[in-house]
């Protein structure tokens, strides 16, 4: 046993990141160059996520065909219904596809740290930072979000209690297995059960979300619009002049894809399937059909190159103002190189998105790896705590698709549902995945090798950090309460107390990071 390593992962000092002269400049310059590294990093994850959105867009769009028949009329129908179940789209791939920086980051710290009885500290750091970030920032940002006197509140109160519940307990779970059962240890057990538990939350929301006798709670589920996105916002239909190639070739300068059509109804088409049978179509017309489909999404991935490496847009060319042009410009030369490089990701187009789908998650593990690398070089020149990074740098840059996604739920759906439900969602995934999945590969791997459990650093300042996050998170569910009690609904409303609720939030938020900043460098 005396060749296991107790102590951290840190890169020495003296190894250079970047180029071989590096250490010789002074450890402020090199800091200054690791943040800024840092800050490019993120930029290229918010470009990524682009692409990754557009293909969970194109995979929950997949509807399939049901046939019914007709008691008038005793003619079938064809009714074409959606494959994904709205509240599993909302867990499984909106909260999953969000916190997937965060779970990838801490995959690849529990990765690194394979061979060592101690844990890592940007992972479980990070993503406990998230969930603050996800439940203050986001929330004061979607509570202004509306329109000026526009209030959206949460449709499925039942839906979202469960999802609550289940993200609190994680929590509470965390807590317990930290402090309570085995202290300053994981055991592969509780690494196990943690990981199981993302299972137990799916099954319970879809339970609550069809009304389960005995497991769902009893409340009546408040109207649900049958175009989820309202009319006005709709995104225009993919399927009119798809001959016309530009018309529906995806656009890189868009900040972001609208996903939120996962909740849109407008293609549940319904039409009576014809009397008589439709003649088969023959071998050659199946064949002019597949080329002239791989020729469609030949050209949209070659525009895919011609857009990447645009400094401007046919629109952004309209713009009167010489110094914002000018500024476009400028931007968009600084993220070229990424913009080529994620060109090559295949259209979302292509197998309902799944391919795209896949290559996104590979750049964002690989961007992810370089992240941490990025960390440990600032902790190490710096002085600083790994979790400090991790609470705030890393948990800010990497909860950038949430915000993203939660910003745009809340502008443009119709209820409070999805942009509220991503957060919740998404501090759930934080732990049961998050930090569950990474902690089960450490288990699993000292069990094995050394018959040994997973040791916690610094668990005192990471369970200090829960205790905080419980008392700021419960006076921000309070306020939303009171909120749907005394307004009428958890977003929006008069423009006074919106942006008073805000700031409130961001208050909550400056506690947690302050006191738990304080706590892991041993200042309280």
């Given amino acids: 046993m005396a060749n296991i390593m107790m102590g951290s992962t840190a890169p020495s000092c003296d190894a250079y990141l970047f180029f071989h002269g590096e250490t010789l400049l002074p450890n402020v310059v090199r800091a200054f160059l690791c943040t800024v590294a840092l800050a490019y990093c993120f930029i290229c994850l918010s470009a990524i996520t682009a692409w990754f959105f557009k293909s969970m867009e194109s995979i929950t769009n997949h509807s399939r065909e049901v046939v019914t028949i007709d008691p008038q009329t005793n003619t ?3 009714k074409h219904e959606k494959v994904w179940n709205y509240t ?4 499984a791939l909106l909260a999953f596809g969000t916190s997937f920086p965060q779970i990838s980051l801490a995959t690849i710290d529990a990765i690194r740290n394979l061979g060592q009885l101690t844990a890592g500290g940007l992972g479980p750091g990070t993503l406990v930072g998230s969930a603050a970030f996800d439940l203050f920032p986001i929330h004061a940002v979607c ?12 449709s499925d109160l039942g839906v979202w209690l469960v999802e609550l519940f289940w993200s609190f307990w994680a929590y509470v779970w965390l807590y317990i297995i930290l402090e309570v059962w085995t202290p300053n240890v994981i055991t592969l057990w ?18 609550q979300d069809k009304r389960w006798p005995y497991v769902s709670i009893p409340l009546v589920r408040g109207e649900r619009p049958e175009d989820w996105v309202p009319a006005e916002d709709a995104s225009f239909d993919h399927d009119k002049n798809c001959d016309e190639t530009n018309d529906i070739l995806p656009s890189q300068n868009d900040d972001i894809a609208d996903i939120f059509s996962i909740h849109s109804y407008n293609d549940a088409g319904y039409h009576h399937v014809p009397e008589k049978d439709i003649e088969e179509p023959s071998i050659m017309e199946l064949v002019a059909k597949n080329t002239h489909d791989d020729t469609y999404w030949l050209s949209i991935w070659r525009q895919q190159f011609v857009e990447a490496v645009m400094l401007e847009s046919p629109e952004q060319r309209k713009i009167d103002s010489v110094c914002l042009r000018f500024i476009i410009i400028c931007w968009n030369s600084i993220i070229v190189p990424w913009k080529i490089l994620f060109a090559f990701v295949p259209p979302y187009q292509v197998t309902h998105g799944w391919i795209a789908f896949i290559c996104s998650l590979i750049f964002i593990s690989g961007i ?5 690398k990025i960390t440990d070089q600032i902790s190490c020149v710096a002085g600083v705590n790994p979790y400090v990074i991790a609470f705030t740098a890393l948990a800010a840059g990497t909860s950038w698709p949430d915000l993203v996604a939660s910003k745009i739920a809340a502008e443009r759906q119709v209820t409070a549902d999805s942009a509220i439900a991503n957060i919740t969602c998404s501090n759930s995934v934080n732990i049961y995945v998050g930090i ?10 000292n069990y094995f090798v050394y018959r040994e459990p997973l040791y916690i650093d610094n668990a005192a300042g990471l369970s200090f950090s829960l205790l905080v996050f419980f008392a700021t998170s419960f006076g921000c569910i309070v306020v939303l309460v009171m909120r749907r009690i005394l307004i009428g609904a958890e ?23 302050v006191l738990s900043c304080l706590k892991v460098s041993g200042v309280i």
Avoid: C, N
Wanted: proline fraction near 5%; avoid cysteine.
């Fill in 491 to 513: 977003l929006g409303g008069p423009r006074l107390w919106a942006w008073v609720t805000s700031a409130y939030f961001m208050v909550l938020w400056v506690v947690f990071v």
């Fill in 436 to 445: 569950g999945f990474p902690w089960l590969i450490d288990t699993l791997y």
């Fill in 76 to 78: 079938p129908i064809v």
């Fill in 368 to 372: 992810a790896y370089g992240v941490t």
């Fill in 143 to 154: 509570v202004i979000m509306p329109r000026a006197g526009s209030m959206k509140k949460i």
């Fill in 88 to 91: 599993i789209a909302d867990i």
């Fill in 190 to 207: 509780e690494a196990l059960i943690t990981v199981l538990q993302y299972g137990l939350l799916l099954v319970h929301a879809y339970a």
